[in-house]
């Protein structure tokens, strides 16, 4: 082979490398961009500033729950709970509040009640080394059921003008939901870029062994991990009652699928290791919009859902096509 042939040959080879880094990066935002130049064609109003702000109060629930859930995938693992403690810490914060408990303490309860229902999460997984699937699909059921219990499988409607301020109020016309969501990612995007405890959990997603070998503490990191997934929950949990003005016991069905999705969808690798928690905050917007625009093309409900199952799908087998190449 001569020298010319061999140099255009490496070439061709370092432009493909380098396409498939640009797509790696910034392949979901691309995508976003698109779909939203599309809808923005076709669907009337899509681009209103009045709608923009709602996709992203829309959004605000199922991004705070992702931000905790990139933690959780980044290790490896995976939290179906997170629905079901959206509604617990909705219902604790509502009825407590209601029997006359200061509405901010209360909030803080209901955040409490995730943080702790994570940490027990945390607990098992890294203690008795149960697959965290098997763990948080029994911690979904339960604590589903404890939210039925508390509140007698009847939600509890609280007019509280806190909590209509955390869950609809507006600061300056922007909806008080997407500084909360917005918070949450610079937070995350501390903790993850600048923090030892960042570094070790995409060590423990690389190779938890390897990671155990080098004097991280595993253990303690995972506790901490799952925690932050369930704070984030009760968070969110908080900001939905907010916005339903009202504890729903059925709150957060099926939420911690979107969750996943977003984190997939946002570039985060389902084996752990690999992912920005600043690519998830696309994969939630894509979600978001791609519901708020059929919506407005007036899709029915019943096919909106079967469109998010089939992106929930593509989701996953773009997570295997990254791992296979």
């Known amino acids: 082979m001569s020298a010319g042939m061999e140099a255009i040959i490496n070439n061709k080879h370092s432009i493909g490398l380098s396409m498939r880094k640009i797509w790696n990066q910034l392949g979901m935002l691309i995508v976003l961009v698109a779909i939203c130049i599309i809808l923005a064609i076709f669907a009337p109003n899509f681009t209103d500033t009045g709608n923009i702000l709602n996709i992203l109060k829309q959004s605000s629930v199922n991004g705070i729950l992702a931000a905790g859930m990139t933690l959780v995938i980044l290790t490896g693992g995976i939290d179906l709970s997170v629905g079901s403690t959206i509604a617990l810490s909705g219902v604790i914060s509502v009825m407590l509040s209601k029997q006359g408990v200061n509405p901010f303490i209360s909030m803080f309860a209901g955040i409490a009640v995730g943080f702790a229902a994570g940490w027990i999460n945390g607990f098992l997984t890294a203690r008795t080394k149960l697959p965290s699937f098997i763990v948080t699909l029994g911690s979904m059921t339960y604590i589903r059921g404890a939210a039925f219990v508390i509140s007698g499988g009847l939600p509890t409607i609280l007019a509280s003008e806190p909590f209509k301020f955390?869950?609809?109020?507006?600061?300056?016309?922007?909806?008080?939901?997407?500084?909360?969501?917005?918070?949450?990612?610079?937070?995350?995007?501390?903790?993850?870029?600048?923090?030892?405890?960042?570094?070790?959990?995409?060590?423990?997603?690389?190779?938890?062994?390897?990671a155990r070998l080098t004097g991280i503490k595993v253990e303690k990191t995972l506790i901490n991990v799952y925690a932050i997934s369930g704070l984030c929950a009760g968070l969110a949990g908080v900001v939905l009652a907010g916005r339903l003005i009202s504890g729903q016991p059925n709150a957060?069905?099926?939420?911690?699928?979107?969750?996943?999705?977003?984190?997939?969808?946002?570039?985060?690798?389902?084996?752990?290791?690999?992912?920005?928690?600043?690519?998830?905050?696309?994969?939630?917007?894509?979600?978001?919009?791609?519901?708020?625009?059929?919506?407005?093309?007036?899709?029915?409900?019943?096919?909106?859902?079967?469109?998010?199952?089939?992106?929930?799908?593509?989701?996953?087998?773009?997570?295997?096509?990254?791992?296979?190449?």
């Open 166 to 210: 955390i869950g609809s109020g507006k600061i300056l016309s922007v909806p008080t939901p997407i500084y909360i969501m917005l918070s949450v990612y610079v937070v995350m995007f501390i903790v993850l870029k600048y923090t030892m405890f960042g570094r070790h959990i995409y060590a423990i997603g690389g190779n938890e062994e390897a």
């Open 252 to 325: 957060g069905s099926m939420a911690e699928l979107d969750a996943i999705a977003a984190v997939v969808l946002g570039g985060t690798s389902l084996a752990g290791g690999i992912g920005r928690i600043q690519m998830t905050i696309i994969g939630v917007l894509i979600l978001g919009v791609i519901r708020n625009g059929l919506t407005l093309l007036n899709v029915s409900f019943f096919w909106q859902t079967v469109i998010t199952g089939v992106v929930i799908v593509l989701a996953v087998l773009l997570d295997r096509l990254r791992s296979d190449k």
